[in-house]
């Protein structure tokens, strides 16, 4: 009990104190609006590598299943997340396709693969690949057009946080714990724009969102029992805090805030409906 305690502790608490630390450090210096993104992404993959390395006893090189390609996944999303913060027109599609398809690829080809015929498997590729290139477009813009990225990021952390705890009552106790520590470090960042907000969110978060979060799903439906209904709502959730005006036009921010929050634990809330209705909780571990 002693030594799950102090995982916990090394795997969970510590890098998310670490990643609030230094993200707050990077919003108060004195760079560039687009210059703190790509550290704070870099910050966020670090500490995601980090609790995933302690949760898993290291990191496999060369990676030999799906899960094993979560702290690759991350790092290169801040990598083609920083791309596009300097790229503009048709480039930055390309760039957005080509980090979605390697994702993808990442989490299909060791299992798909040569188990299900050639044309599916292409049909699952192409499925996933538009699916997550299309998400993070709508986040970034969702972050661009509401004035403060505060809101997409509680409606991300939220995601995430419980997202790790349906893929634990899904059959898979390590993914549900890496799934809560991303959503542990978004949680933090989405506290640090409260107080702190920056201008726009950028497309490096929003990428790296997109394709951890959309890899930990995946897995946890593909290899796991995790229903795909309650991964789809999942999916969804983020975007229940665009309904109505922005929270910074006016009125009650704090209030706004609250119920945007609430739309999207109403998500989260059927997606644990459709987990509990499909797929009754067991304690296989993943």
């Known amino acids: 009990m002693g030594s799950l305690i102090g995982q916990g502790i090394v795997g969970i608490v510590l890098p998310a104190l670490l990643a609030l630390i230094l993200?707050?450090?990077?919003?108060?210096?004195?760079?560039?609006?687009?210059?703190?993104?790509?550290?704070?992404?870099?910050?966020?993959?670090?500490?995601?590598?980090?609790?995933?390395?302690?949760?898993?006893?290291?990191?496999?090189?060369?990676?030999?299943?799906?899960?094993?390609?979560?702290?690759?996944?991350?790092?290169?999303?801040?990598?083609?997340?920083?791309?596009?913060?300097?790229?503009?027109?048709l480039g930055r599609s390309v760039v957005r396709l080509i980090a979605a398809m390697a994702t993808a690829w990442t989490v299909l080809q060791l299992q798909i693969?040569?188990?299900?015929?050639?044309?599916?498997?292409?049909?699952?590729?192409?499925?996933?690949?538009?699916?997550?290139?299309?998400?993070?477009?709508?986040?970034?813009?969702?972050?661009?057009?509401?004035?403060?990225?505060?809101?997409?990021?509680?409606?991300?952390?939220?995601?995430?946080?419980?997202?790790?705890?349906?893929?634990?009552?899904?059959?898979?106790?390590?993914?549900?714990?890496?799934?809560?520590?991303?959503?542990?470090?978004l949680a933090g960042l989405t506290i640090l724009t409260f107080f702190l907000p920056p201008a726009q969110l950028g497309p490096v978060i929003p990428l790296i969102y997109v394709l951890v979060f959309g890899s930990l799903?995946?897995?946890?439906?593909?290899?796991?029992?995790?229903?795909?209904?309650t991964a789809g709502l999942f999916w969804l959730a983020p975007f229940g805090v665009l309904i109505g005006p922005p929270a910074s036009s006016g009125g009650n921010r704090n209030l706004r805030l609250l119920l945007r929050g609430l739309i999207v634990l109403v998500l989260v809330g059927l997606a644990f409906v459709a987990l509990f209705l499909i797929s009754p909780p067991h304690g296989n571990e993943y």
């Open 23 to 89: 993200n707050g450090l990077v919003l108060r210096a004195a760079l560039a609006e687009g210059r703190k993104w790509p550290f704070i992404g870099l910050i966020i993959a670090g500490c995601f590598a980090f609790s995933y390395s302690v949760l898993l006893g290291g990191i496999a090189f060369p990676p030999r299943e799906a899960t094993h390609w979560l702290p690759f996944i991350a790092v290169g999303a801040v990598v083609f997340g920083t791309i596009l913060q300097f790229t503009s027109g």
């Open 113 to 185: 693969f040569g188990r299900w015929p050639l044309p599916i498997s292409v049909e699952w590729l192409v499925a996933v690949t538009l699916i997550l290139f299309v998400t993070s477009r709508l986040i970034e813009r969702a972050g661009a057009l509401r004035n403060t990225p505060t809101e997409i990021l509680l409606g991300m952390a939220l995601a995430a946080g419980f997202g790790g705890v349906a893929l634990f009552f899904g059959g898979s106790a390590v993914l549900g714990q890496i799934c809560n520590t991303f959503g542990l470090l």
């Open 217 to 229: 799903l995946l897995n946890g439906s593909l290899f796991s029992d995790l229903p795909w209904a």
